[in-house]
C-alpha cells in the first residue's frame, strides 16, 4: 500500500452544481503546486462557483478537468494518495509513459480510486480549454473540448508535462510540451475572448518574483527545436511580465486575481505529503475567506 496524506479522509467529496456562471476561470501551472488550486476549486464548487468556461496550463489543467467533471476532492484524493505510487511518480511511470511522472493517473480510468465523469466533462454548457506548447514554433496551442476532435486529454497530457524531464508527446504528428513553456497563466485568452467576468487562480503569492536567468539550458537540450528554446530561455521574464500585468488588470477591476495568503514553500515535485495537504488547505480556506470578494465582482455590472 502506497502512503498517502494522514488527513486524506478529511477531503471533501460529492457532486458540483450543473449551474453555471458567466465568466472565465483561469488556472495557473505549477506542478505539485496545484494543490493549492484544487483546493481552492473544491471550495469553490461547494459553494455554487462554477463558471462557465475554464482555461488551464498544466497543472491548472488537470485540476480545470476534475472542476468541469464537477468531482469534489478527486483531484487531491489522486493526487494525495498514489505521490510515492511508482506508477504514478517513479520508476514505473518512467517505464509506462516515458516520463518520471504519468499524468495518466487524473486523465484516464486506471481502476483507481474514482474514474473521471466523462458525460458531466463533455457537457456542451461549459467550455475547457488546456494549454500545451507546440515545440515546432514555441507558441501555445489550446486543447478545446468539443472543438480539438477526440484530442483532448492528449492536449491536456501535453499540457502537464514538464521540460527537461518529460518527454514531447505528438499529437496528429506535431510535438508538444508544457504549456507553461510558452504561456503561464493564459489570462490574455480570456480577454481576446471578449469575458467580461475572468478570475485567475495562481499558484505563488503576490509577491514571488522569479530570479532571470542568464544560462539557460535550453539552447543546447532542445537545439533541434530553437523557437521552443528562445521561449524556455525568454520563460522567466515573460512569467514576471505577466505577473505585472495581472496585478494592473486587477487594480483596474478587468480581472480578479486570487493567489495564496502565504508564501508556497512546495517544490515542484514535492515529496512531503503533509506539506502538500497543508497547501490544499491552504487553497481551501483561502477560497472560503475571499467568497464574498468573487461574489462582490462577479455581480457587479
Known amino acids: 500500500m502506497a502512503q498517502t496524506y494522514s488527513k486524506i479522509e478529511e477531503i471533501p467529496s460529492g457532486n458540483a452544481s450543473e449551474a453555471l456562471i458567466d465568466g472565465c476561470l483561469v488556472l495557473e501551472g505549477g506542478a505539485f503546486r496545484g494543490l493549492y488550486t484544487q483546493g481552492y476549486l473544491d471550495a469553490m464548487m461547494q459553494n455554487d462557483l462554477n463558471f462557465s468556461c475554464v482555461i488551464g496550463v498544466s497543472a491548472g489543467a488537470l485540476g480545470g478537468l476534475n472542476y468541469v467533471a464537477g468531482q469534489i476532492g478527486r483531484s487531491a484524493r489522486i493526487n494525495l494518495s498514489y505521490r510515492h505510487d511508482s506508477r504514478y511518480v517513479g520508476v514505473k511511470a518512467l517505464i509506462h509513459s516515458h516520463s518520471i511522472l504519468d499524468v495518466g493517473f487524473l486523465t484516464e480510468d486506471r481502476g483507481i480510486l474514482e474514474p473521471?465523469?466523462?458525460?458531466?466533462?463533455?457537457?456542451?454548457?461549459?467550455?475547457?480549454?488546456?494549454?500545451?506548447?507546440?515545440?515546432?514554433?514555441?507558441?501555445?496551442?489550446?486543447?478545446?473540448?468539443?472543438?480539438?476532435?477526440?484530442?483532448?486529454?492528449?492536449?491536456?497530457?501535453?499540457?502537464?508535462?514538464?521540460?527537461?524531464?518529460?518527454?514531447?508527446?505528438?499529437?496528429?504528428?506535431?510535438?508538444?510540451?508544457?504549456?507553461?513553456?510558452?504561456?503561464?497563466?493564459?489570462?490574455?485568452?480570456?480577454?481576446?475572448?471578449?469575458?467580461?467576468?475572468?478570475?485567475?487562480?495562481?499558484?505563488?503569492?503576490?509577491?514571488?518574483?522569479?530570479?532571470?536567468?542568464?544560462?539557460?539550458?535550453?539552447?543546447?537540450?532542445?537545439?533541434?527545436?530553437?523557437?521552443?528554446?528562445?521561449?524556455?530561455?525568454?520563460?522567466?521574464?515573460?512569467?514576471?511580465?505577466?505577473?505585472?500585468?495581472?496585478?494592473?488588470?486587477?487594480?483596474?477591476?478587468?480581472?480578479?486575481?486570487?493567489?495564496?495568503?502565504?508564501?508556497?514553500?512546495?517544490?515542484?515535485?514535492e515529496p512531503d505529503l503533509e506539506k502538500l495537504g497543508e497547501l490544499y488547505w491552504l487553497g481551501y480556506n483561502d477560497c472560503l475567506a475571499n467568497l464574498d470578494r468573487i461574489r462582490n465582482y462577479l455581480s457587479k455590472q
Not at 510540451?177 to 505563488?204: E, H, N
Open 116 to 269: 473521471l465523469d466523462m458525460e458531466r466533462l463533455n457537457r456542451p454548457e461549459q467550455r475547457f480549454v488546456a494549454v500545451a506548447t507546440n515545440c515546432l514554433n514555441g507558441k501555445p496551442t489550446c486543447f478545446e473540448k468539443g472543438r480539438c476532435g477526440d484530442y483532448l486529454m492528449a492536449g491536456v497530457r501535453a499540457s502537464a508535462t514538464m521540460p527537461y524531464i518529460s518527454p514531447m508527446l505528438r499529437i496528429k504528428g506535431r510535438p508538444y510540451l508544457d504549456g507553461g513553456c510558452s504561456c503561464a497563466i493564459p489570462y490574455r485568452w480570456a480577454l481576446k475572448q471578449g469575458y467580461k467576468k475572468i478570475v485567475v487562480i495562481r499558484t505563488r503569492d503576490v509577491s514571488f518574483h522569479k530570479e532571470e536567468k542568464k544560462v539557460a539550458p535550453a539552447m543546447r537540450i532542445y537545439r533541434h527545436y530553437p523557437a521552443l528554446a528562445l521561449k524556455l530561455v525568454q520563460s522567466d521574464r515573460r512569467y514576471n511580465r505577466q505577473c505585472e500585468e495581472i496585478e494592473l488588470l486587477h487594480k483596474r477591476g478587468r480581472l480578479l486575481r486570487l493567489a495564496p495568503s502565504k508564501p508556497v514553500n512546495v517544490g515542484r515535485v
